[in-house]
């Protein structure tokens, strides 16, 4: 199959490539690009472990051609934290309220509340539980993913979050 | 500050061990993307593999055409049946003495059954190739429905053993019969049924569900020509089992097989069989001298490999008019299948379904359990559950409420009158298992008043006369369940896997600046091994948990073990843990009396130091002592700090627990909302306290997924409906309820550290718990039983045949 030119930005550095029209965003950044942090886990866009951030949306890049992508600014899993290596709030609130179990959702939950702050920096609890009902858990019960937003949008905003996992 | 000046209590604080609710060391690589699963890992001249699967339940394979395939660029090998056939693995064992086609061999037995296996340089290439490969099918009839299999003219499933009167587990009745079990004694329960006041019977059906974790199954597999050494990376739950059932079935001798289990993103039971993408790859790895890759995906993994429960069981209680339980039978028809591949321990074709008793008090008891073959895909594990428990606690909990009903009883009431007593422990249950402590009158006492179980009950009356009058089209059900989990296995006289006895491993290295290193035979697929294992170490050796590293899943540097499922981690390598520590702590204690001139008698163990009796200025920490042990060890000792232990508990685990949920039913639509759910588990010693709640937070979420709405459905042609995530329900963090958690502690009498498991409590108990909250909402109209799941459709239609929409 005839492959096709693309650049874009990946986690703030330029990138270049020839891919199949066919090539999945998810395929491309895992096995070209080797960042294996998003999952997959569905094939069918349901779960979202494969969330990336796509020019200041989230997708699932299972269901997005890496050519659909020329021209972007991708951010995954491996981009949020500091370029100083400083974990980033979200990171910090999943390690502190205990929101992650075998971590196989979790860069596509990060991901995703990454953007879901970027849109809305102090939901609610009913508007976290909106916010990712994208992305899938078998784990935890997200009881304690929802917790490790609110201390993310807390610490973001400056304000003290008192509650402990539970 | 000074160690020296820190108080016993300010020192064992800072060594975060048992009951602290550490943070997990896992967590850090996990949330910056750095995990490292299974298709993360890329060798150089990898291959992929991928299945040709049947669209067929039940037919005959005429003809497979691969010629097309091997033909496209890419496509390096294609494997069917005629090719395993000449490495003898055409077929393969099961963990359950049977045996299951690797690749379809004259013909399939359930849809997506694997037919052959395309090998290319990508996997879009070999899915490419599979689109290729030509086979020639002629239907059969089929039967999914196991009330049917034993049928006279049923569809004969399996052809290989039509004729063959004896299986793995004695006597076959009938071709598409597996074996009969049972347990209890017969004759004193049926007399106990004809001396009865009153009696109930009901057909309760737990339907076949899949375990479903995010990651599905996967596989590397690397044939070195040169050495003859097979690396095998996988999803595996029990790695060494893995390597064991390899060379058992191959020619390839076990020290030359290296299983690897790196992270795994999810097991639930899912992972701990062998599977025909396992075989497939390492023959393709040994045919074209390239690693191989296997993946699954979704459809593939909710369709073959694996599933659970499937269980028909017609159950019932024998009671006095006032309430005391005399008797207990159960029926139950289990669906394995089409191959007989059970996730169990060998001896126990119905897992430990003999927990059926419970909670309660009940002197005379019986059970027995035919399994039969069907066109459905094989499996049988344990979904979050230790062998069939799930099963058991479900029939027994729904039969406790109908028998309440139907004494005009209150549910909790009734549980309370029955439960075994404190002072009944260690507890002989009438199907000979001995329960190790308990105590549940306190556990359900705790639990009605968290909730305010009268309140509610009262509110729920209130209700009722409103739906009545007309006023309301709401319908409110409290949901109770009480249960008693047996986990653990086990003893090696009673459980074992393919003859390998059920003991697990812990082996603990003490480096000379007193850091460590504890590798074991168990494997986290995200219980968080990595953080409580080196918290027991902690407690038991005074050393930080920070300092000891905790390693899995490489059975070349692990000491055997079994795995990890059945909640066995915490009672067997847990103890074993704890074990190898006291053998350790008994070298440490010889080298400080050595070092502080006295007996070893004259010495007391201080959090993280022995010191002189009388005297506790003189002491030596477990850092100096490990460095002792490098250094100046007494004369005829041997250098070094280390042990190993093989821990084959003394009995099994029986963790417990009460758990209330409230729910609120919409009539008209059948919606129904979790108004409430209370969990209080009582899981022995607690090591992590922040790890267990939310083990009990995820097992009871997938209790929701379970009584609520997932169900593996098969139309009657076979073809199953239900394979991705558009028809499997998998709740979203909108569905899912709002969890409240509670604990009592009654340690186990017979492990090191008294810890009983608890990762799969929520399940057993929190599937019954909802599923009573749904019934008992309609129960005061005259219904006794509503079959899971409770989704909208079913629940309307329960609503429906009441004549409510009338």
């Not at chain 2, 967590?27 to 593999?49: E, H, S």
């Not at chain 2, 059975?555 to 066995?568: E, I, M, N, V």
Request: charged share 20%; glycine share 10%.
């Amino acid at each position: 199959m005839a492959k096709q030119q693309i650049s874009l930005t990946v986690n703030g550095k330029a990138v270049e490539a020839l891919v199949e029209p066919r090539t999945l965003l998810i395929h491309f950044l895992r096995e070209e690009l080797s960042l294996t942090g998003p999952h997959i886990g569905c094939d069918t866009s349901h779960c979202g472990a494969c969330t990336v951030d796509l020019d200041g949306k989230s997708v699932k890049s299972c269901t997005v051609f890496a050519i659909q992508a020329n021209g972007g600014e991708v951010t995954t899993i491996e981009g949020i934290a500091a370029p100083d290596g400083a974990l980033h709030a979200l990171q910090e609130g999943f390690r502190e309220m205990h929101g992650l179990q075998c971590g196989f959702c979790t860069p596509g939950m990060i991901t995703r509340a990454y953007r879901l702050l970027q849109e809305n920096p102090r939901p609610t609890e009913a508007e976290i539980r909106m916010g990712i009902s994208g992305n899938l858990c078998r784990c935890t019960g997200y009881q304690n993913i929802v917790k490790a937003i609110q201390y993310a949008s807390a610490k973001l905003a400056g304000v003290p979050f008192e509650e402990a996992a539970e | 500050m000074n160690d020296t000046v820190l108080s016993p209590e300010q020192r064992a604080e800072k060594l975060e061990g048992i009951g602290c609710k550490r943070k997990r060391v896992e967590d850090i690589r996990f949330v910056q993307g750095k995990g490292n699963y299974v298709d993360d890992l890329k060798l150089p001249g990898m291959l992929y593999g991928d299945f040709v699967r049947s669209p067929y339940a039940h037919a005959r394979v005429k003809k497979i055409d691969t010629s097309k395939a091997t033909a496209l660029p890419g496509v390096v090998a294609v494997l069917t049946a005629e090719e395993l056939k000449g490495v003898n693995l055409a077929w393969m064992p099961t963990l359950a003495g049977d045996t299951q086609m690797v690749l379809a061999d004259g013909k399939v037995l359930f849809q997506n059954q694997e037919v052959a296996f395309v090998v290319a340089t990508d996997r879009y290439t070999a899915a490419d190739g599979v689109e290729l490969v030509e086979v020639e099918y002629e239907e059969l009839p089929v039967n999914v429905d196991p009330l049917k299999a034993m049928d006279d003219g049923a569809p004969v499933i399996r052809e290989d053993i039509k004729d063959k009167t004896e299986g793995a587990h004695g006597k076959r009745k009938h071709y598409n019969h597996i074996f009969s079990w049972e347990a209890g004694d017969k004759a004193a329960a049926d007399a106990a049924f004809e001396e009865a006041d009153v009696t109930i019977k009901e057909f309760i059906v737990y339907p076949r569900v899949h375990p479903c974790p995010l990651e599905t199954c996967q596989c590397v597999a690397s044939f070195d020509k040169i050495t003859g050494d097979l690396t095998l990376w996988g999803t595996f739950q029990a790695p060494h089992v893995i390597r064991t059932v390899a060379s058992l079935i191959s020619p390839i001798p076990e020290h030359k097989i290296h299983v690897i289990a790196p992270d795994i993103g999810g097991g639930f039971g899912n992972k701990v069989g062998a599977y025909s993408g396992y075989i497939c790859s390492i023959v393709a790895s040994i045919v074209t001298g390239q690693p191989v890759k296997w993946v699954e995906d979704r459809i593939e993994n909710l369709s073959t490999t694996a599933f659970a429960r499937d269980f028909h069981m017609t159950t019932e209680i024998a009671a006095t008019k006032d309430g005391r339980i005399t008797g207990l039978r159960v029926y139950t028809l289990a669906d394995h299948g089409a191959f007989d591949a059970c996730a169990n321990a060998t001896k126990w074709p119905a897992g430990l379904f003999s927990i059926v008793s419970g909670s309660y008090d009940i002197p005379a008891a019986h059970c027995l359990v035919d399994g039969v073959y069907t066109n459905k895909a094989p499996g049988g594990v344990a979904y979050r559950c230790s062998f069939r428990v799930t099963e058991a606690a479900y029939c027994l909990e729904r039969a406790m409420d109908i028998m309440a009903q139907k004494l005009g009883m209150d549910p909790a009431e009734f549980r309370m009158k029955n439960l075994i007593k404190r002072e009944q422990f260690p507890y002989k249950s009438a199907f000979g298992w001995e329960y190790d402590s308990g105590d549940y009158e306190t556990a359900l006492n705790k639990a009605m008043a968290a909730v305010d179980y009268a309140g509610l009950r009262a509110e729920q009356k209130a209700k009722q006369e409103a739906f009545k009058r007309g006023e309301t089209r709401e319908l409110m059900g409290i949901g109770v369940a009480f249960f008693t989990e047996i986990v653990g296995a086990g003893p090696s006289r009673a459980c074992d896997i393919l003859g390998i006895a059920m003991f697990d491993s812990a082996e603990i290295r003490i480096h000379p600046t007193g850091t460590g290193i504890c590798r074991l035979g168990t494997k986290s697929q995200g219980q968080g091994h990595e953080t409580t294992y080196a918290q027991i170490i902690a407690t038991e050796l005074g050393i930080a948990a920070d300092g000891i590293t905790v390693e899995e899943g490489n059975t070349d540097t692990a000491p055997y073990g079994l795995g990890t499922y059945g909640s066995r981690s915490t009672p067997v390598s847990g103890a074993a843990t704890a074990m190898a520590c006291r053998k350790i702590k008994a070298k440490a204690q010889m080298i400080a009396a050595y070092l502080l001139e006295v007996h070893d008698d004259d010495l007391e163990w201080d959090v993280d130091r022995f010191r002189v009796k009388g005297n506790p200025e003189r002491f030596k920490t477990m850092t100096e002592l490990a460095w002792a042990a490098y250094h100046e060890v007494p004369p005829g000792m041997e250098p070094g700090l280390e042990a190993v232990n093989y821990y084959d508990p003394p009995n099994m685990t029986f963790p417990f627990g009460a758990y209330i949920s409230v729910v609120d039913i919409d009539v008209d639509t059948g919606e129904t909302k979790v108004r409430r759910f209370y969990a209080l588990d009582d899981c022995g010693t607690r090591i992590n306290p922040m790890i267990i709640e939310g083990q009990i937070h995820g097992g009871l979420t997938e209790a929701f997924a379970i009584a609520m709405g997932q169900e593996i459905h098969y139309d009657e042609t076979g073809n199953v409906t239900s394979a991705s995530f558009l028809d499997y329900f998998l709740p979203t963090a909108v569905e899912t309820p709002k969890w409240e958690t509670d604990w009592t502690t009654t340690p186990s009498p017979h492990h090191p550290i008294g810890a009983k498991g608890v990762g799969e409590s929520p399940n057993v108990g929190g599937v019954p718990c909802f599923s009573n909250a749904v019934n008992d909402a309609f129960a005061f109209l005259g219904s006794t039983h509503i079959q899971m799941p409770h989704d909208h459709w079913r629940t309307w239609e329960a609503a429906e045949k009441l004549g409510l929409h009338t």
